[in-house]
């Protein structure tokens, strides 16, 4: 268990509580809508407190868990739109929802990574009520990050200089905040996701030590799924990849140090 799966272990036993009074909130309002669907403000209140423990999730960088609530959000959110045509299915499996998410995290705080696939049933289930292509295990697995990466996967024949990296990766990331602020907005995804791609691939031709070279790796291809619509372009996504400019920036003050001394396992897992 590396320190960074420690620091959300710990987090997570100060927001717990927090977390399960507000999915208590999310399910009474939702048991107040379902006696009375007339009255929307009840739904709205359900989808805010959903959004609410989406956030803190994402605070404690658990993204499995975030993941879950965020289909469940976006399921309220479609009632609330009138886009759901099975509505007393779709209530009974966001309250199945609300029963889950608690046990989920017990499970996290026992020691259990936070790799949702005993949810998979259940995300499946909330993507199957707004018509949403269903998810497989392969999409929620835990890679083994001891392995070897791919031979195409290289770095540079001999480390660069520190000054030389330090001064090439802040080059790039000014061109990869850019690209980020641009696909926040929404502005042409392809093209920029396609232009933040690019940019990890220079990271990781110009990174020797293995584990900052993989994170590169990992996410040229998470943006590469992006670009081809084989991953949504969700608020989690966005934020993992936020934190890979966090890596980055990483790299430009301590060099390629900062990776020997915190390998980005977790974000890389994560991504």
């Known amino acids: 268990m590396n320190s960074n799966y420690e620091i959300d272990f710990t987090t997570l036993n100060w927001v717990k509580q927090e977390l399960e009074d507000t999915l208590k909130q999310a399910r009474q309002s939702l048991e107040s809508y379902v006696e009375d669907p007339q009255d929307a403000s009840l739904m709205r209140f359900c989808a805010s407190y959903l959004h609410q423990v989406q956030g ?119 061109a990869f905040q850019l690209g980020l602020l641009k696909w926040f907005k929404g502005e042409d995804v392809s093209a920029n996701t396609a232009r933040l791609a690019l940019i990890l691939d220079r990271l990781q031709a110009a990174t020797a030590q293995v584990d900052g070279r993989r994170l590169w790796w990992v996410g040229g291809g998470l943006l590469d799924a992006v670009r081809a619509d084989k991953v949504e372009s969700s608020v989690s996504v966005k934020l993992l990849v936020g934190r890979v400019d966090r890596e980055i920036k990483n790299l430009v003050d301590q060099g390629e140090a900062w990776f020997v001394r915190q390998p980005p396992l977790e974000l890389t897992k994560n991504l």
């Open 56 to 174: 803190t999730l994402r605070m404690v960088e658990l993204y499995g868990a975030a993941m879950v609530v965020e289909e469940m959000e976006r399921l309220a959110q479609a009632l609330l739109d009138g886009k759901v045509r099975q509505t007393e299915e779709a209530y009974q499996i966001l309250m199945r929802g609300m029963l889950q998410v608690p046990d989920y995290l017990d499970r996290l705080q026992s020691g259990h990574r936070d790799i949702p696939i005993v949810l998979l049933p259940l995300l499946n289930d909330l993507r199957a009520c707004r018509g949403e292509k269903l998810l497989t295990e392969t999409a929620l697995f835990s890679p083994d990050l001891s392995r070897s990466l791919p031979a195409n996967v290289s770095g540079p024949e001999h480390a660069l200089p520190e000054p030389v990296l330090k001064a090439n990766a802040a080059r790039l990331r000014m």
